[in-house]
């Protein structure tokens, strides 16, 4: 079991006196940015000067500088920039400011547990990755809560990398709830093949194999998409809020049989047997060195997929039906 560590175990006071930088005014930059503002701490944001996300720190009443002047001046460095950008704004930009007695740290451990960026071993390296986006991390800590996270520490060259790290946790709110302990490569390792044989693979192949099966047989495509994608929200609502037994609780019992006595037959033996094989693909390095590859060559894979998707008929049906739905907004 994990080691989990609350708001009385992190100590926000060991972040005194020191500058946090923030490296990227995104999603989880803009939220980690603000929180730990409103904690009392002094931040810095780098962003690209020009850049809409630049504007948006200035506005936000940030000092924004350059990657490589927020690396001299701070104390504490927190990347938050893609993965994809992370190695060479490290080398260009944060690896001359990294002196000894420094931290840098990451929201997820892609670049580290893949050699991408190998920080110099006098500097400690830590992960506080909150489990939520961006958006909520900021919505959550506003109304006096906030979300689980993980810490991790790859080197500790100070010998208080983990303490200090939680008192990270602390500043953006993330040990009102808990903060769990983890390691680079288990982070990594697990939030890819979530990502790649459930949450954004899996997942979707499902619904449009569903789908598709049942437009082949002659049903109707709206009908088709109310069954097989627009209802798995009301599900996964219900598994997020009270786990797979008060889902189980909450649907009919028709439902609740056939989804005992069927699911076997669609995640089968040979569906695990693929899910261990890009779990292999994940810890041998082979899926990060693909990724890596696709990015230096201009994405020509990425850019082929992404269009057939869009093309999908489920696609479009889906853009139609959600015109009925005016508390979607039209999000895209």
Request: hydrophobic share 40%; glycine share 10%; aromatic share 8%.
């Amino acid at each position: 079991m994990a080691t989990i560590y609350y708001d009385k175990d992190c100590d926000l006071s060991l972040l005194n006196g020191k500058v946090i930088g923030v490296i990227g005014y995104g999603s989880q930059g803009h939220a980690q940015a603000q929180n730990l503002r409103d904690s009392g701490l002094k931040v810095l944001v780098a962003e690209a000067q020009g850049s809409p996300n630049w504007k948006k720190a200035q506005d936000a009443g940030f000092e924004v500088l350059a990657a490589a002047e927020v690396a001299k001046q701070a104390d504490i460095i927190m990347m938050l920039v893609p993965d994809t950008l992370q190695s060479s704004i490290y080398s260009r930009e944060i690896e001359g400011g990294l002196k000894p007695g420094k931290m840098l740290m990451f929201a997820h451990g892609f670049s580290i547990h893949y050699g991408q960026v190998v920080p110099p071993a006098e500097v400690d390296v830590t992960m506080i990755a909150p489990k939520c986006p961006g958006h909520m991390l900021r919505q959550l800590y506003t109304e006096g809560i906030g979300p689980p996270a993980l810490v991790a520490v790859q080197q500790d060259a100070s010998g208080k990398a983990r303490d200090l790290a939680l008192a990270y946790a602390k500043g953006i709110g993330c040990s009102r709830a808990a903060v769990l302990e983890t390691t680079f490569a288990e982070e990594t390792e697990t939030d890819l093949f979530g990502e790649q044989a459930v949450l954004c693979g899996g997942v979707i192949s499902l619904v449009k194999a569903g789908f598709d099966t049942l437009v082949e047989a002659g049903y109707q495509p709206e009908i088709a998409y109310f069954e097989c994608l627009h209802e798995l929200k009301l599900i996964v609502d219900l598994i997020y809020q009270g786990g797979i037994s008060y889902m189980n609780y909450s649907v009919s019992d028709t439902a609740e049989y056939g989804g005992y006595s069927r699911g076997s037959r669609v995640i089968d033996d040979m569906v695990r047997e693929e899910m261990a094989e890009i779990l292999a693909e994940v810890q041998d390095g082979s899926f990060a060195k693909e990724w890596i590859l696709e990015n230096q060559v201009g994405r020509p894979v990425y850019n082929a997929l992404k269009r057939m998707e869009s093309e999908e008929l489920v696609e479009e049906v889906g853009a139609e039906l959600r015109q009925m739905m005016p508390w979607l907004k039209g999000k895209k």
